[in-house]
T-cell receptor, first 115, second 118 residues
Framework: EAGVAQSPRYKIIEKRQSVAFWCNPI?????LYWYQQILGQGPKLLIQ????????DSQLPKDRFSAERLKGVDSTLKIQPAKLEDSAVYLC?????????????FGPGTRLTVT | AQKVTQAQTEISVVEKEDVTLDCVYE???????LFWYKQPPSGELVFLIR??????QNEISGRYSWNFQKSTSSFNFTITASQVVDSAVYFC???????????????FGTGTLLAVQP
């Protein structure tokens, strides 16, 4: 079974530029998560989708971050414009459905460096 | 409020030593789940274990064991006879039960970097 796929793996941009990350979850998984992991910290949830609807985006900085999952499968996370403090690893995860009894499977992440 | 504390930032041991990683959590819910994940240098988070708040039985899986104590709000992880391949960052996480579609986000601790020297 293929795992969670993410691209690109690495991205370097200058501040005020835009960037987009892509995630393809495990086939059949209804729930998709985007986490932000700043160096030296644990991952923090940015947004959770159930199919193509948003369950939780309370910690997403909506003035610069946006995410979509139009067909309920793959998802895109965008930052526009980027700030230095956005440098982090962006992790995508998926689970069969929402609910704490379902394991979240993580992708390899996209490491973003903002200069 | 939910919170996970991993007080040990870094631990260094020599191969074949036993090592325990501490995890203390805070939650107001009576139903919750606790997790341990491993993050090797490659960066991908690898699921190790999930326990729910009603199951305080300790669990052993090969060289790994977990001790869950609700009385002290702790969920500690022990590696027996450590190996170099165990070197990684280990995260403890908490998730509260969701009711009818609410978020089941993972609240992570800051992680413990384990270095196993040959």
């Amino acid at each position: 079974e293929a795992g969670v796929a993410q691209s690109p793996r690495y991205k370097i941009i200058e501040k005020r530029q835009s960037v987009a990350f892509w995630c393809n979850p495990i086939s059949g998984h209804a729930t998709l998560y985007w986490y932000q992991q700043i160096l030296g910290q644990g991952p923090k949830l940015l947004i959770q989708f159930q199919n193509n609807g948003v369950v939780d985006d309370s910690q997403l900085p909506k003035d610069r971050f946006s995410a979509e999952r139009l067909k309920g499968v793959d998802s895109t996370l965008k930052i526009q414009p980027a700030k230095l403090e956005d440098s982090a690893v962006y992790l995508c995860a998926s689970s069969v459905t929402s609910g704490s009894s379902y394991e979240q499977y993580f992708g390899p992440g996209t490491r973003l460096t903002v200069t | 409020a939910q919170k996970v504390t991993q007080a040990q930032t870094e631990i260094s041991v020599v191969e074949k030593e036993d090592v325990t990683l501490d995890c203390v959590y805070e939650t107001r819910d009576t139903t919750y789940y606790l997790f341990w994940y491993k993050q090797p240098p490659s960066g991908e988070l690898v699921f190790l274990i999930r326990r729910n708040s009603f199951d305080e039985q300790n669990e052993i899986s090969g060289r790994y064991s977990w001790n869950f104590q609700k009385s002290t709000s702790s969920f500690n992880f022990t590696i027996t006879a450590s190996q170099v391949v165990d070197s990684a960052v280990y995260f403890c996480a908490l998730s509260e039960e969701d009711y009818g579609g609410a978020t089941n986000k993972l609240i992570f601790g800051t992680g413990t970097l384990l270095a196993v020297q040959p």
